[in-house]
């Protein structure tokens, strides 16, 4: 557990909810795993949502369609 008051606050009260609405379980236990501190939250997230960017542009290069998912 991170030593960082306002990591600890925001994994307590966030986790549920950014689980609900769509992050990957494991993408919240891997990134959140990495963040010490709240200077790190932001660039931990964007590194995570990178990954998800390059394998979207992976699949649209091979030729598969990404599907609108609307709820």
């Not at 795993?33 to 931990?44: F, L, R, Y």
Request: hydrophobic letters at 45%; a negative charge.
């Amino acid at each position: 557990m991170p030593g960082d008051s306002k990591v600890t606050a925001a994994l307590g009260h966030w986790a549920r909810r950014l689980v609900a609405n769509g992050v990957p379980l494991t993408d919240f236990q891997e990134v959140t795993a990495e963040i010490e501190s709240w200077d790190d939250w932001c660039a931990e997230w964007s590194k995570r949502a990178a990954v998800h960017e390059e394998m979207g542009r992976l699949a649209l290069d091979g030729g598969y369609p990404v599907p609108l998912i609307v709820t």
